[in-house]
């Protein structure tokens, strides 16, 4: 692949500082690197850009815009999350920093008893206790109420939307539900009309896959026909928050997209 769009660095919970993103995408052969740290979020956590932090962000990506103009095509981007209660945060954010895309992202499902919000890529004592807490260990309910949020994003319209089906991060062995549930893959199939109609870019994310949190890609091959049937655009992306992760995963993403003849975008 010649690009990434979806990549994180020192800003919010990368490892590797921007610029030698750069370097590496360079020495990859990419044209084009999108840098898609986590925007900022109303309440604490350790993976998002930190307010104050913001205008550096966008200016650092403007320096190195210019500084590697002859050798690479950077692209300003956040990776923004959908919250019910601030639905402005796309829009404002996009006008901010004169972003060239954006990625829509779910990381919070609700809250919990005491008004946290629930993150549900946290350590899976913590998602347990959301589970119960929120959701009664009523898992349909949980996957239910995570598709809705889902929707709400791709009505947003951000470019791409992130890692699609994020919530299998916690279903190792299909301990919590089962994919091919019928109830399950039209919930899925809902989130990928929607994302043909409203025009939004689905990524072939491969993160879960390459760091082991997940036996397949989001989204999980089982999806792929209707993918293809839907001719939904695709791209993929790797998620990096290293340097060594920017081409991890992908070469065999790619023979999947292929093998599926799927509508493999060159550029966004
Ligand atoms: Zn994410
Ligand atoms: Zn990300």
Same mark, same amino acid.
């Given at each position: 692949?010649?690009? +990434? &769009?979806? /990549?994180?660095?020192? *800003?919010?919970?990368? @490892?590797?500082?921007?610029?030698?993103?750069?370097? !590496?995408?360079? %020495?990859?052969?990419?044209?084009?690197?999108?840098?898609?740290?986590?925007?900022?979020?109303?309440?604490?956590?350790?993976?998002?850009?930190?307010?104050?932090?913001?205008? +550096? &962000?966008? /200016?650092?990506?403007? *320096?190195?815009?210019? @500084?590697?103009?002859?050798?690479?095509?950077?692209? !300003?981007?956040? %990776?923004?999350?959908?919250?019910?209660?601030?639905?402005?945060?796309?829009?404002?954010?996009?006008?901010?920093?004169?972003?060239?895309?954006?990625?829509?992202?779910?990381?919070?499902?609700?809250?919990?008893?005491?008004?946290?919000?629930?993150?549900?890529?946290?350590?899976?004592?913590?998602?347990?206790?959301?589970?119960?807490?929120?959701?009664?260990?009523?898992?349909?309910?949980?996957?239910?109420?995570?598709?809705?949020?889902?929707?709400?994003?791709?009505?947003?319209?951000?470019?791409?939307?992130?890692?699609?089906?994020?919530?299998?991060?916690?279903?190792?062995?299909?301990?919590?539900?089962?994919?091919?549930?019928?109830?399950?893959?039209?919930?899925?199939?809902?989130?990928?009309?929607?994302?043909?109609?409203?025009?939004?870019?689905?990524?072939?994310?491969?993160?879960?896959?390459?760091?082991?949190?997940?036996?397949?890609?989001?989204?999980?091959?089982?999806?792929?026909?209707?993918?293809?049937?839907?001719?939904?655009?695709?791209?993929?992306?790797?998620?990096?928050?290293?340097?060594?992760?920017?081409?991890?995963?992908?070469?065999?993403?790619?023979?999947?997209?292929?093998?599926?003849?799927?509508?493999?975008?060159?550029?966004?």
């Amino acid at each position: 692949m010649k690009y +990434n &769009y979806h /990549t994180h660095s020192q *800003y919010c919970d990368g @490892k590797s500082n921007m610029e030698e993103m750069v370097i !590496k995408a360079i %020495e990859l052969g990419y044209t084009q690197l999108g840098f898609s740290s986590h925007a900022p979020l109303p309440f604490y956590t350790h993976w998002a850009i930190k307010p104050e932090k913001l205008t +550096n &962000y966008f /200016t650092e990506i403007n *320096y190195l815009q210019t @500084k590697y103009q002859h050798k690479i095509k950077l692209v !300003k981007g956040l %990776e923004i999350d959908y919250l019910p209660h601030h639905p402005k945060r796309f829009s404002e954010f996009i006008k901010l920093g004169e972003l060239d895309y954006s990625i829509g992202a779910i990381h919070f499902v609700d809250n919990f008893p005491n008004g946290e919000a629930f993150d549900i890529a946290g350590k899976p004592h913590l998602f347990h206790q959301g589970l119960k807490e929120i959701f009664n260990n009523d898992t349909k309910k949980f996957v239910e109420r995570y598709f809705e949020l889902i929707y709400q994003l791709i009505e947003q319209k951000p470019t791409i939307v992130a890692h699609i089906d994020f919530i299998k991060n916690q279903n190792q062995h299909q301990k919590l539900f089962n994919e091919n549930n019928n109830w399950y893959r039209a919930l899925m199939e809902k989130a990928l009309k929607s994302i043909k109609t409203n025009n939004v870019i689905l990524e072939i994310n491969t993160r879960g896959f390459y760091k082991s949190r997940t036996t397949d890609f989001y989204p999980s091959e089982r999806f792929f026909p209707i993918i293809k049937k839907l001719d939904i655009p695709v791209i993929i992306s790797s998620d990096a928050h290293h340097i060594t992760e920017l081409n991890a995963g992908v070469n065999k993403a790619k023979n999947l997209v292929e093998d599926y003849k799927l509508n493999l975008l060159s550029g966004i």
